[in-house]
């Protein structure tokens, strides 16, 4: 695991600095702290930063071919490279190294982009080519490793992370002020735009080619919803899952430094350790976060049950509201894109913990949203089955939908009222779908009067839209899964992952998003998924006897932090301060009476924690960002 960055001038004869490259690199230096290294040529220059995981005596990095005509700084891991390297020795390829970012050197030479096709595992990488004069930048399928660029006329800067893009000083630190509505509705930012102004995400499953000053991306791999599901048994189905899943742990837990599991008590993270304790003869070593005090569910129980059944050295820990609020500002700083995700900062502090045991951890991200685990998938696809079963009373039940926060003071039932009129997938946004924000957002009340003039919001909605317009006629459930896996996965859980961890300096592996797993789950029909009521159904019965049966019944917990007391009580006067004081409001975006308002209701019971850090994370962010400025919360 590593961190990347570069720059090409896109005028043949400009020169890039060397200086410049070496500063964008250490400015990531907590995601590669073990090497070093820079390849400076003329209008191009490439800067890398190493976490040594394979190969640890030779993997240094920029790393060429046989005749150094082509270059590349590489970051992330290829599971099937050893296999690569023999099809390339036997087509007479000369290796120098046993890593596997040269096996993606001669892929290069042998096939060109389309070698992309062929790597399986998770990657941000830039190759040139000198003969040809381009530039390629890539992510691998699902968008496990995140890859950052700014392309202007005279230009192209790219790094693993923005705070490497910073450093060159022909790019602006200026907001995109009409994306703050999208943030603020979707609690992250999904597609390719960011909050600052010029900078892109690459799309996962996309490579970007620079050629003769033009600049064409092209997307080279994506899940198929068009393909009937197969014809194929539950049970046959379960073996070849099982198989399936016990090759990719197999193959994540390749590496030449310690590998341990992020065990969170629960199906995905239990399934993963049960197959890795079986790829190795050493002890694994498992880590969780937990809390206790009746506010959320204490996951270490169920962790500590699951470390004993498979004889781990197992470490847990919990964190303060002291903690929570001293990291708020590194969070931000690390995170770069706004993303309302408390619990990523527990995450931040159990991935400290286990550096100083292993270098990689495995985790069970992915398996809701490859097995439709969230229940919010049950209950649409239930919601849809009523709505064409009775259409003519869909108005009376909306009716009384909507009157359960009233009468019931239920919100989760509530929030389906305004669906019964709505079609699908016009109103599926993200597994966090909420109604009552995508119409309108709550936030949006808050908005100034100028400002809210200028909000669009189907500008807003339009990442989303795409594909929307895209599972329009296909499976309800095959089209969340899919929406999910473009957005709510990359945007917000796997960039939460990847930034948390390799804040310290640990690689992050998550096997159920092997793109052969994807393929699989998704070419399965949708009852192998949602059976009934039962979610994630064929991965619990295909990892039943392996999975503790006090695990495989337990309610869903996702990974709990009680961050919505804490922001009532401990950090109450702290947000209050930021979020009103003169400089928040004289950004123009919000009224300060509507953010008091916010922050009343929030203390006095009425659940706006979410929408409350929402608004303490930007304006951090633009305190960091845009002015430099160190914030501190304490």
């Given at each position: 695991m590593c961190g990347i960055c570069g720059k090409l001038m896109l005028d043949g004869e400009a020169r890039v600095s060397p200086e410049l490259v070496k500063r964008m690199a250490d400015n990531i230096v907590h995601?590669?702290?073990?090497?070093?290294?820079?390849?400076?040529?003329?209008?191009?220059?490439?800067g890398f930063r190493r976490l040594s995981i394979i190969d640890l005596k030779s993997g240094h990095q920029p790393l060429s071919n046989e005749d150094d005509t082509i270059w590349i700084v590489f970051n992330g891991e290829i599971y099937n490279y050893q296999e690569l390297r023999d099809l390339l020795l036997s087509e007479g390829h000369?290796?120098?190294?046993r890593t596997d970012t040269e096996v993606i050197v001669h892929?290069?030479?042998?096939?060109?982009?389309?070698?992309?096709?062929?790597?399986?595992?998770?990657f941000a990488l830039a190759i040139w080519d000198s003969n040809q004069k381009t530039l390629l930048l890539a992510r691998d399928r699902v968008g496990i490793k995140p890859l950052y660029y700014c392309?202007?006329?005279?230009?192209?800067?790219?790094?693993?992370?923005?705070?490497?893009?910073?450093?060159?000083?022909?790019?602006?630190?200026e907001i995109a002020p009409e994306l703050i509505d999208r943030f603020l509705t979707f609690l992250y930012m999904p597609g390719e735009e960011t909050l600052l102004s010029g900078i892109q995400k690459l799309a996962p499953g996309h490579y970007l080619l620079i050629k003769d000053g033009k600049a064409y991306v092209q997307q080279y791999w994506d899940l198929d919803l068009a393909k009937p599901p197969r014809n194929i048994s539950l049970k046959d189905a379960e073996a070849e899952l099982q198989n399936l899943l016990a090759k990719t742990v197999k193959l994540h837990m390749i590496a030449d430094v310690p590998v341990g599991v992020l065990l969170s008590g629960g199906v995905d993270s239990t399934a993963v350790l049960s197959l890795a304790v079986n790829s190795t003869d050493k002890r694994m070593s498992t880590f969780t976060v937990g809390f206790s005090g009746g506010q959320v569910a204490d996951e270490r129980p169920y962790a500590r049950l699951v470390a004993e059944r498979y004889g781990t050295q197992h470490y847990d820990m919990s964190i303060t509201a002291k903690d929570f609020a001293a990291f708020i500002p590194r969070y931000v700083w690390h995170m770069e894109e706004p993303v309302c995700e408390p619990p990523a900062i527990a995450m931040y502090y159990v991935s400290k913990l286990a550096r100083n045991h292993v270098t990689v951890l495995l985790s069970g991200e992915g398996g809701d949203e490859a097995f439709a685990g969230y229940g919010n998938y049950r209950n649409l696809v239930w919601l849809e089955r009523f709505k064409q079963g009775i259409p003519a009373l869909n108005r009376t039940f909306a009716r009384g939908l909507s009157l359960a926060n009233t009468v019931l003071h239920s919100p989760r039932v509530a929030k389906y009222g305004p669906l019964m009129n709505e079609p699908f997938p016009d109103y599926y946004y993200s597994c966090t779908s909420n109604p009552y924000r995508y119409s309108g957002n709550r936030l949006g009340e808050a908005y100034?009067?100028?400002?809210?003039?200028?909000?669009?919001?189907?500008?807003?909605?339009?990442?989303?839209?795409?594909l929307?317009?895209?599972?329009?006629?296909?499976?309800?459930?095959?089209?969340?899964?899919?929406?999910?896996?473009?957005?709510?996965?990359p945007d917000e859980l796997l960039i939460k992952a990847d930034k948390m961890t390799m804040a310290n300096s640990i690689e992050l592996r998550v096997p159920l998003l092997d793109h052969e797993v994807l393929e699989f789950a998704t070419s399965l029909p949708a009852s192998f998924k949602l059976n009934g009521f039962k979610t994630k159904y064929i991965l619990k019965k295909a990892m039943a006897d392996k999975i503790p049966v006090e695990i495989r019944n337990r309610k869903k917990t996702g990974f709990p932090v009680p961050y919505e007391s804490?922001?009532?009580?401990?950090?109450?006067?702290?947000?209050?301060?930021?979020l009103t004081?003169?400089?928040?409001?004289?950004?123009?975006?919000?009224?300060r009476d509507a953010i008091e308002a916010l922050l009343k209701a929030n203390s006095n019971g009425s659940n706006y924690s979410k929408e409350v850090f929402s608004l303490l994370n930007l304006e951090i962010w633009q305190r960091t960002f845009l002015e430099g400025e160190t914030v501190d919360l304490q």
């Open positions: 995601r590669g702290p073990d090497d070093e290294g820079y390849y400076v040529a003329g209008p191009v220059g490439l000369v290796f120098k190294t892929l290069f030479e042998e096939f060109g982009p389309q070698c992309l096709e062929k790597l399986r595992g998770m392309l202007t006329d005279e230009s192209l800067v790219f790094g693993s992370e923005i705070k490497a893009i910073l450093v060159d000083p022909k790019v602006k630190r100034s009067t100028g400002f809210a003039t200028t909000i669009n919001r189907e500008h807003s909605l339009e990442p989303v839209r795409r929307q317009a895209k599972v329009r006629g296909r499976n309800m459930l095959a089209s969340m899964l899919y929406i999910d896996t473009k957005t709510w996965l804490w922001l009532r009580n401990d950090l109450r006067d702290v947000i209050w301060g930021v004081d003169r400089k928040t409001i004289n950004r123009g975006y919000f009224k």
